[in-house]
């Protein structure tokens, strides 16, 4: 028996008392750290920039590992950074769940939740696509299948394998707001896109977040870095074809009890009886 086998079987019964959530996440609520969760293609690696330079805080990731891993919260990348330091974690493709609420809420781990219109989301996935990769968890497709389609039938690819994970993500998240509403702020693209200076300042204020810089300096300071964006261009979504909106329309109707405006899916939703 080796070593590390022989202190791990005698400290064995300290550590499963030790190493539990509750006592985990205590390590972690001294500290002040902010997490931009949002889907991809939403321009979340824009505005982790953009914090990075407003706080002057470290940047960090909450996954071990990404591409075709579905993103969840690591707790050993939450409690294992250096405890003296504040830190941002940034974008991570996180969908809601129960779990992940009890580790925000103990943890008192400050979001930014980031939304963009879903239909200039698809254009911007295709051309991800395209120009980038095909690996990410909310779909799967080998490359030499994409190359072969066309541009139409890529646009039909993504409605029907991955805008059901963006509902999914929405619907989590906009379900449980209400609760998490402290600890939890929403930032749409399209303000971002028009107002970088006014969205930091609101975030600023509402998480008291410390400042390097002030929110116009942080946006210059980005100014030019790479940030994975394509065009960035809101309303491009526009030009889909009808029966890609029919598509994504007729998602949203299976969930009559959430609005999707903060999407861009303007409808009627059935009062439920």
Known sequence: MSIIRFFYAVFRPLLSGVLTDTFLLSLVRERQHLLVIAPPKVGSTWLSLLLEKLTGWRTSLLAPAYCQREQEIDLRCLVTKDTRQSTLFSHLHLRYSEYTEKIISKSGLKCVLMTRNIYDTVVSLVDHCDKYSLRMPIFFMTEGDWKGLSHEEKVDRIVD???????????????????????????????????????????????????????????????????????????????????????????????????FTRIGIVRAVPAQP
């Open 161 to 259: 394998l991955a805008v059901p994970w963006y509902f999914n993500f929405y619907a989590g998240w906009f379900s449980n707001l209400e609760r998490l509403g402290g600890l939890i702020s929403v930032v749409s693209y399209e303000d971002l896109a028009s107002a970088p200076a006014s969205e930091l300042q609101r975030l600023y204020e509402k998480f008291g977040l410390d400042q390097a810089l002030t929110p116009h300096e942080a946006v210059l300071a980005s100014a030019g870095q790479t940030t994975l964006r394509n065009v960035g261009i809101t309303g491009r979504g526009a030009a889909l074809p009808p029966s890609a909106i029919e598509k994504i329309e007729r998602m949203a109707s299976y969930y009559p009890s959430i609005r």
